[in-house]
């Protein structure tokens, strides 16, 4: 079993930046990828950023590409997700989650933390 918490969330402007940060406990492997996906109101839950924890790869939704940053510290079994250059379309609930095969879709993850508010206004 894989516990996953994210925290970081809160409100800021338009052009402001956050850091959220996801803090893996359990049996960790090292074939387990890390995904952030987020779901704003009346919108389906989708793919943010991947990054794998044993090779450090990452991918990124076309969206948030320049602008968000996704990384690992092993030794804290921490995942980051930097989002700079916030818009408006940002905002959403924000989770983390542990898959076996990660990929771009919510249902390749096994494991989800409880999800962060984030609220970018103009």
């Known amino acids: 079993q894989v516990q996953v918490v994210e925290s970081g969330g809160g409100l800021v402007q338009a052009g402001g930046s956050l850091r959220l940060s996801c803090a893996a406990s359990?049996?960790?492997?090292?074939?387990?990828?890390m995904g952030w996906f987020r779901q704003a109101p009346g919108k389906e839950r989708e793919f943010v950023a991947v990054i794998s924890w044993s090779s450090g790869r990452t991918s990124y939704a076309d969206s948030v590409k320049g602008r968000f940053t996704i990384s690992r510290d092993n030794a804290k079994n921490t995942v980051y997700l930097q989002m700079n250059s916030l818009k408006p379309e940002d905002t959403a609930v924000y989770y983390c989650?542990?898959?076996?095969?990660?990929?771009?879709?919510?249902?390749?993850?096994?494991?989800w933390g409880q999800g962060t508010q984030v609220t970018v206004s103009s």
């Open positions: 989650a542990a898959g076996l095969r990660g990929g771009t879709t919510r249902y390749e993850y096994d494991y």
């Open positions: 359990g049996r960790t492997f090292s074939s387990y990828v």
